[in-house]
């Protein structure tokens, strides 16, 4: 049996690439900073699960070197928030997978856990987040093929956006959890 896939989506931690808008607010470097510090903890607390394969997602593609051991590497692509989780998805057809933000503070080991349980008997497993999007995206057989079309990325309508992409097929909430957009 192959094992379940836990994928961390991030953009690399570097200068000027990621946390846009958090860093109008609080300047390029601490948001560097916080992207930096957020990334590797999260690494760190999620390595240690056990029968699981660890994968981060790196955008931009360029850039899409980083030291984490224990970890593969996948670079994200081109395309739009949508187009890049779904090609990261792709890659592992007939396993479960979650997909998990990298800007969570909250996320804990126990989260993935109940996602990857909550797959058995689920075709897919949100992490709603406070803002309307979601942190968590799971998925076990019976994905639909467009699961990320017309979805409103970055709005308070995302996660309802992506569930109507899956009709006629079980979905498991997890807990409500905050992001650090901005």
């Keep these: 049996m192959s094992l379940p896939v ?12 990621g946390k846009r808008r958090l860093a ?7 948001a560097l900073n916080l992207s930096r510090t957020l990334l590797h ?30 970890w593969a590497i996948q670079r994200q692509g081109r395309g739009d928030l949508g187009t890049r989780m ?14 998990i933000g990298s800007d969570i503070p909250d996320i804990a080991p126990s989260d993935l856990r ?4 909550l797959l058995r008997g689920h075709h897919a497993v949100f992490g709603p987040a406070a803002d309307g999007g979601y942190w968590l995206i799971g998925l076990s057989a019976g994905r639909p093929a467009a699961m990320f079309a017309n979805v409103r990325w970055s ?3 995302a996660l309802a956006d992506t569930r109507r992409n899956f009709p006629r097929r ?12 901005e």
Excluded: E, Q, Y
Excluded at 24 to 29: A, P
Excluded at 114 to 117: K, S
């Design 86 to 99: 779904h090609r990261a998805m792709a890659h592992f057809p007939n396993r479960p997978v979650i997909l």
């Design 6 to 17: 836990v994928i961390v989506f991030t953009r690399i931690p570097r200068l000027g690439v």
């Design 41 to 70: 903890r999260l690494l760190r607390r999620i390595r240690p699960l056990r029968r699981v394969a660890l994968v981060v997602a790196i955008t931009p593609d360029h850039h899409a070197r980083l030291r984490a051991p224990g």
């Design 24 to 30: 109008r607010k609080i300047g390029d470097r601490a």
């Design 114 to 117: 109940r996602a990857l349980r």
């Design 170 to 181: 079980r979905v498991a909430l997890l807990r409500r959890l905050h992001d650090l957009d």
């Design 155 to 157: 709005s308070p309508h």
